[in-house]
């Protein structure tokens, strides 16, 4: 009956529009009881609160060609209720469109570590793009864009796990060799120190001795001092040379005669000549050596 008689009801997260004869009359009625003229006049509800719209999942390949497949989601409103009717057919179809469109605009625009690691700057750029064209021809205001999801190939997160691991093995790395690092220069303060104070080395020995005998073993560890070490390998180098010609010796054996560095250096050797040769005078000839050389041999006595 009410409604019969042009009564009609708007919530309090509404406002309506009233149309007489297909002309929208100007203002809105508020929330409440409100009166229409129920043969000329038409009411719409236009409803006020912040919907939230879901994007559907959109592949796109970004700056830097990997193919991504990212989802969002959008917070709007209608703040102008007669532009939201008059001005666009079905608002809530045409803000999803723009979303989409604007969601692939976007992923090109930017590149994958951009996207994975920079979602509030990715986020307010989606919502400036997508605000532009709804605010002030649809009265849709964008509130609020969030991306929800975005999916990368396996390949890609096999390739990002591996470098990843390199990262973590190099940060390692270096923390170990810094570490050495400090220790070396730690223990050479130390052994600087233990260098002027004889007696600092043999109390780290008794302590090194005491942290072992600790642990209950039954076999202690004495470690030699390393200066007794450096003393028999001064002292072996000067003895060995000593040491070779007495054995010798006592071989009966005569140490070889030390061959000269310089071929000049060794002296000529003279070889005796033949007896015509030297009378010739081709070559020197020694009178010690005529003599055997003329002399006859003796015959051997009859036995």
Known sequence: ????????????????????????????????????????????????????????????????????RVDAVVYYRVVDPLKAV??????????????QTSLRSVIGQSDMDQLLSERDKINAHLKDVIDAPTEQPWGIRVERVEVKDISLPESMKRSMSRQAEAERERRA???????????????????????????????????????VA???????????????????????????????????AAAGTQPPAAEPEDLDAIPPVTVPAPP??????ILPL?????????????EPAPR
Do not use: C, H
């Open 1 to 68: 009956m009410a409604v019969m008689f042009g009564f009609r009801i708007v919530n309090q997260y509404e406002k309506g529009l009233v149309f007489r004869f297909g002309k929208a009359l100007p203002g809105t009625r508020e929330p409440g009881l409100t009166w229409i003229n129920p043969f000329t006049s038409r009411l719409r509800k236009v409803n006020m609160q912040i919907v939230t719209a879901a994007v559907p999942g959109q592949e796109a390949i970004t700056r830097d060609n990997v193919t991504l």
């Open 86 to 99: 008059i001005n666009v057919q079905n608002y809530a179809y045409a803000v999803s469109q723009v979303a």
């Open 173 to 211: 790395r270096i923390i170990s060799a810094d570490g050495e690092y400090q220790a070396s220069k730690k223990l050479a303060q130390a052994a600087a120190v233990m260098a002027a104070d004889p007696a600092a080395l043999q109390l780290r020995l008794l302590q090194t001795v005491v942290e």
């Open 214 to 248: 600790a642990e209950k073993n039954s076999t202690l560890v004495m470690p030699v001092p390393v200066e007794l070490l450096r003393f028999f390998d001064r002292a072996a180098p000067a003895a060995a040379p000593a040491a070779a010609p007495a054995a010798q």
């Open 276 to 281: 015509a040769l030297a009378a010739a005078g």
């Open 286 to 298: 020694d009178a010690s050596l005529i003599a055997p050389l003329n002399s006859t041999p003796k």
